[in-house]
T-cell receptor, first 110, second 113 residues
Framework: SQQGEEDPQALSIQEGENATMNCSYK?????LQWYRQNSGRGLVHLIL?????REKHSGRLRVTLDTSKKSSSLLITASRAADTASYFC??????????FGTGTSLTVIP | EPEVTQTPSHQVTQMGQEVILRCVPI?????FYWYRQILGQKVEFLVS????????KSEIFDDQFSVERPDGSNFTLKIRSTKLEDSAMYFC???????????FGSGTRLTVV
């Protein structure tokens, strides 16, 4: 299975701290995306990183990709209570489907 | 910003009944998808649709499921005879290019009783 697996499964931090979530996958990919999901709600696309990219930034988000280790990390800097959500990585190969991981549940304590 | 719209947001149906979940993808997108998420579990791929036909489908997408783009704007998922285990959040997504830049809808929560 190509499915990504996030680590840790749950993370609890204080507001203002940085949050780091990791994703590992098994096969070669075209790109990797991170999504956010508030409880019981839809998936919101955060950032896409292509297989030939190593790092990407978007606002307070920083994503890295290490294809040799088949891993990616998502860093949220200066976290806010509103960042509380589940975060998923999704990998895409040459096909049209994404494989989602089980997610990291992030709680930011005000 | 363009959105993928799904209706209804919540549907309750009796076991054995047929349900149709509706989606309006982003207008200039060419690829359409359905995913589902059983409560507390990971998001799972069901089917992708391009050029008016299914391009990929998962093992979950058996003969009880079908998809249709009836009028060039809507994209529907039909479950012919619902089972209790079909209860899940169903997400529609679209993209301009296969495998890139998905936009997801906010989902339809299907509850089969």
């Amino acid at each position: 299975s190509q499915q990504g697996e996030e680590d840790p499964q749950a993370l609890s931090i204080q507001e203002g701290e940085n949050a780091t979530m990791n994703c590992s996958y098994k096969t070669s990919i075209n790109n990797l995306q991170w999504y956010r999901q508030n409880s019981g709600r839809g998936l919101v696309h955060l950032i896409l990183i292509r297989s030939n990219e190593r790092e990407k930034h978007s606002g307070r988000l920083r994503v890295t990709l290490d294809t040799s280790k088949k891993s990616s990390s998502l860093l949220i800097t200066a976290s806010r209570a509103a960042d509380t959500a589940s975060y998923f990585c999704a990998t895409a190969n040459t096909g049209n489907q994404f494989y989602f991981g089980t997610g990291t549940s992030l709680t930011v304590i005000p | 910003e363009p959105e993928v719209t799904q209706t209804p947001s919540h549907q309750v149906t009796q076991m054995g009944q047929e349900v149709i979940l509706r989606c309006v993808p982003i207008s200039n997108h060419l690829y359409f998808y359905w995913y589902r998420q059983i409560l507390g579990q990971k998001v799972e791929f069901l089917v992708s649709f391009y050029n008016n036909e299914i391009s990929e489908k998962s093992e979950i997408f058996d003969d009880q499921f079908s998809v249709e783009r009836p009028d060039g704007s809507n994209f529907t998922l039909k479950i012919r005879s619902t089972k209790l285990e079909d209860s899940a959040m169903y997400f529609c997504a679209s993209s301009a290019k296969g495998g890139y830049g998905y936009t997801f809808g906010s989902g339809t929560r299907l509850t089969v009783v």
